[in-house]
């Protein structure tokens, strides 16, 4: 055996170095593996990109206080409103990767890569897929002053006044303008577009009686229409909703082929800790398993859809591949 000037042997400054490679690699270990395990240590934010009173901003406010409970930390709901739900995109892009800023979003989400030439951020890349949440059908409504009460109703009315009907949106190339966009093409009506910040806007001046059509999803629309403010005439999806059964689809309507459906899922930065990712997921999953949760949902014209992280993203790059076909067929152009 050989040893060094200090008499240490060979096999000794071996044994030292392992001991020590193995200590930086536990301390390495600790220090990634903590915080997912302490994971959140404070309060987290849970930023939605439209204004209160639309439906992503209600689901969130079912989910946020559960996860709070099971957490022990507040979630806060941080409305971002504006641009078709693009700045709340871009500003949870560019936060820490550190699990404390979420996005929920919609299918929104998905068209802005076939609407914008630039954006400032990947719609799939730029974030960690954490799950699906929810899905809703869209609801074609009237105000009360409009006399119809059917589609085929709603198409002549469109037919005989051409450029006289206006409908309302969340926003320029949110998924409420492109149902509308795609009933307006299928039906070959003449019916103008009016862009607002968020749904909660649009039913502003949609039950003042300043426009006369909206498309929104149906959580945020299910209390106007029970009260009464406005009138539903049929449902986006392929069935009929439990939450308003009397009222037909689209294409039981006579309008073959339409079917739009909202979707809601939670995205971190990406780089996000895949554990704190996998947590997120399970705590999220676990929420939307509770009875009240569910009941809440359903009341608000939503059913709790839960994904694997991996099953998200792969949904969430197929949505954008079709949102951009659709856009593209359909020339839908953002000024």
């Known amino acids: 055996m050989h040893y060094n000037k200090q008499g240490v042997g060979e096999r000794g400054v071996r044994n030292s170095c392992t001991a020590r490679l193995g200590l930086f690699v536990a301390l390495f270990m600790a220090a ?20 209160p009173g639309g439906a992503v901003d209600l689901l969130a406010r079912i989910t946020a206080p559960k996860l709070g409970e099971k957490w022990g930390q507040q979630v806060v709901v941080d409305n971002r409103p504006g641009a078709g739900s693009r700045i709340a995109a871009e500003i949870t892009a560019k936060a820490a990767a550190d699990g404390y800023t979420l996005l929920m979003i919609t299918s929104s989400h998905a068209v802005g890569a076939g609407l914008y030439g630039k954006l400032a951020y990947h719609p799939v890349d730029s974030f960690a897929a954490v799950t699906l949440v929810g899905s809703t059908p869209l609801v074609v409504l009237v105000h009360p002053s409009v006399p119809v009460k059917s589609v ?9 006044r051409p450029g006289q009907l206006n409908f309302g949106s969340s926003g320029t190339g949110g998924i409420t303008h492109l149902a509308g966009e ?8 003449n019916i103008v577009h009016v862009p607002y910040k968020g749904t909660g806007q649009a039913f502003t001046d949609f039950i003042a009686g300043q426009v006369e059509l909206m498309f929104p999803a149906l959580p945020g629309a299910l209390p106007h229409v029970k009260a009464g403010r406005v009138r539903a005439v049929a449902m ?28 809601y899922g939670l995205l971190a930065p990406a780089g996000t800790d895949r554990k704190i990712v996998e947590r997120l997921h399970d705590e999220f999953a676990a929420v939307l398993r509770v009875s009240d949760v569910a009941e809440a949902f359903a009341r608000a014209g939503a059913e709790p859809v839960s994904s694997t992280p991996r099953e998200f993203e792969t949904y969430l790059r197929s949505e954008v591949a079709r949102w951009t076909k659709v856009i593209k067929e359909a020339g839908v152009k953002v000024e």
């Open 32 to 51: 990634v593996i903590a915080p997912a395990q302490n994971y959140p240590t404070r309060p987290v934010r849970l930023i939605v990109g439209f204004p």
């Open 152 to 160: 085929k109703e709603l198409v002549a009315l469109a037919k005989a």
């Open 182 to 189: 795609l009933f307006r093409g299928m039906t070959g009506i």
């Open 236 to 263: 986006s999806s392929a069935k009929r909703s439990p939450a308003l059964p009397e009222v037909p689809t689209v294409v039981e309507a006579g309008v073959a082929g339409y079917e739009v459906t909202n979707w």
